[in-house]
C-alpha cells in the first residue's frame, strides 16, 4: 500500500511556481521521498529523490520538512510540457525485503494552463 | 536511444490468445521491474527481477502470468489465455543496485519504459 497522500488535482498558471504537497507521516528513518511523474501515455519518469535535505536538480526542487512528515516538489517556472500526474513515493534505500519496489498511490493530476 | 525499450506498443488480441511483451532495459542495470497500470490508476508492482533470478511477485501475478529474465539482460513477460480484464499498460522499468559498503549501496531511482498498452477484444 502506499505510504503518501496527495491532492487528486491542481491547477497552475504557466510560468508560475508549482508547488505539489505530499504527506508521509509513517516515514521511517531510512526511506527516502521519491517523485515520479507521467505524461499521459508515456512511462513515469523519475524527477528527483531526497532523505531529510532539502535538493535540487535541472527539474525541480524538493523541500522536506524537519520532521520528515511532509514534502513539496517545486516546479520553479511550469510550462504547458509540465502537465502530467505527479507521484510522490517513500522508499528503503537500503536492502529490505519488500523495499526493492515503488509503490505508486494515485498522483496528483497536475494541469497547467496558458 | 539508451533508454528502456518496450515491444510491441500496442497490442490487441482476443480473448483466450496468449500474447509476450518484450523489455530491454538500460544496459548496466541489474534489476528489472514489470508494472501493470490500468485506466485512472497508479502504476501496480508485479514482479521483479536481480539479475536473472525472479525475487518477488505480487499477489496479482496470477498463474496465467510469466516473466522471465534469462540472462540478466532483457526480460519476456508472457500472459497465456488472455481474459478482458488484462487489458492494461504494462510497464518494465529498470535500476542499479549497488552492492558493497557505505553510503554508496542500496536503492537507486528506476526509469520506467513507455509501455505496452494491451486490448483484449
Known amino acids: 500500500d502506499a505510504k503518501t497522500t496527495q491532492p487528486p488535482s491542481m491547477d497552475c498558471a504557466e510560468g508560475r511556481a508549482a508547488n505539489l504537497p505530499c504527506n508521509h507521516s509513517?516515514?521511517?528513518?531510512?526511506?527516502?521521498v521519491y517523485w515520479y511523474r507521467q505524461i499521459h501515455s508515456q512511462g513515469p519518469q523519475y524527477i528527483i529523490h531526497?532523505?531529510?535535505n532539502n535538493e535540487t536538480n535541472e527539474m525541480a526542487s524538493l523541500i522536506i520538512t524537519e520532521d520528515r512528515k511532509s514534502s513539496t516538489l517545486i516546479l520553479p517556472h511550469a510550462t504547458l510540457r509540465d502537465t502530467a500526474v505527479y507521484y510522490c513515493?517513500?522508499?528503503?534505500?537500503?536492502?529490505?525485503?519488500?523495499?526493492?519496489?515503488?509503490?505508486f498511490g494515485q498522483g496528483t493530476r497536475l494541469t497547467i494552463n496558458p | 536511444d539508451t533508454g528502456v525499450s518496450q515491444n510491441p506498443r500496442h497490442k490487441i488480441t482476443k480473448r483466450g490468445q496468449n500474447v509476450t511483451f518484450r523489455c530491454d532495459p538500460i544496459?548496466?542495470?541489474?534489476?528489472l521491474y514489470w508494472y501493470r497500470q490500468t485506466l485512472g490508476q497508479g502504476p501496480e508492482f508485479l514482479t521483479y527481477?536481480?539479475?536473472?533470478?525472479?525475487?518477488?511477485k505480487s499477489r496479482l501475478l496470477s498463474d496465467r502470468f510469466s516473466a522471465e529474465r534469462p540472462k540478466g539482460s532483457f526480460s519476456t513477460l508472457e500472459i497465456q489465455r488472455t481474459e478482458q480484464g488484462d487489458s492494461a499498460m504494462y510497464l518494465c522499468?529498470?535500476?542499479?543496485?549497488?552492492?558493497?559498503?557505505?553510503?554508496?549501496?542500496?536503492?537507486?531511482?528506476?526509469?520506467f519504459g513507455q509501455g505496452t498498452r494491451l486490448t483484449v477484444v
Open positions: 531526497g532523505l531529510k
Open positions: 544496459s548496466e542495470h541489474n534489476r
Open positions: 522499468a529498470s535500476s542499479l543496485e549497488r552492492l558493497g559498503r557505505g553510503t554508496e549501496q542500496g536503492n537507486t531511482e528506476a526509469f
Open positions: 527481477f536481480q539479475n536473472e533470478a525472479q525475487l518477488e
Open positions: 513515493i517513500v522508499r528503503a534505500q537500503y536492502i529490505i525485503q519488500g523495499a526493492q519496489k515503488l509503490v
Open positions: 509513517t516515514i521511517s528513518g531510512n526511506e527516502y
